[in-house]
């Protein structure tokens, strides 16, 4: 697991197969522990869906990444397809807290820049009573652990907006690196605005240490 055994490095959440009497396996980028705060990723459930409605109906959820009201069942569909586990993208739940409370989720989906360059880009959206307490960053940094683990991608970016200061600061702090500006990238408030490119390498360094 990415960060496990160094130091400040989140511990292994292990598994065990229920047959064959293998060993606990770790599993790379689903626990921080670190500094009071524990946070922590997992698969959707049912109860979850309550929340994606939400995020699809309530403009203040979202605050600058609102685009509009979306279909409140999409995200119903899309988890009795597959889960929110594709091949291509998805989405895992963000829990927060000794209670383990739902805090939001991390995304992900795949892009290619050449026949042979594949890579992540992933999102947050948290609810707002957990932004500005530490959950953004290590939810973003264990997603990228997790993918690095899973998956052979040399690359992971994330794109926000030249105002999303805590944002910012967050990527930063999950290891990521500003690349630059993009211009007139996306249509937002009624005019095209720019955005800034972050992107963290397999061979960075972790966050952890």
Known sequence: MPGTGRRGGPPAASVSAVEGGYPPVPVPGIVSETDGTSVRLRPVAEPDLAMFRRFCTEPGLVGLDWGGFRDPGAPVRRFAADGWLGEDDGRLVVEAGTDATAA???????????????????????????????????????????LFAHTPVQRIQAGTHPENIPEQRALEKAGFRLEGVIRACEFRAGRWRDGHLYSRLRDDPSPWE
């Not at 995304?107 to 959206?125: H, K, L, N």
């Open 104 to 146: 939001g989720f991390v995304s992900y989906r795949a892009g290619r820049y050449a026949p042979s360059a594949t890579y992540w880009e992933i999102g947050i959206a948290l609810l707002p009573q957990w932004r500005g307490r530490g959950v953004g960053w290590r939810a973003q940094a264990l997603l990228c652990d997790y």
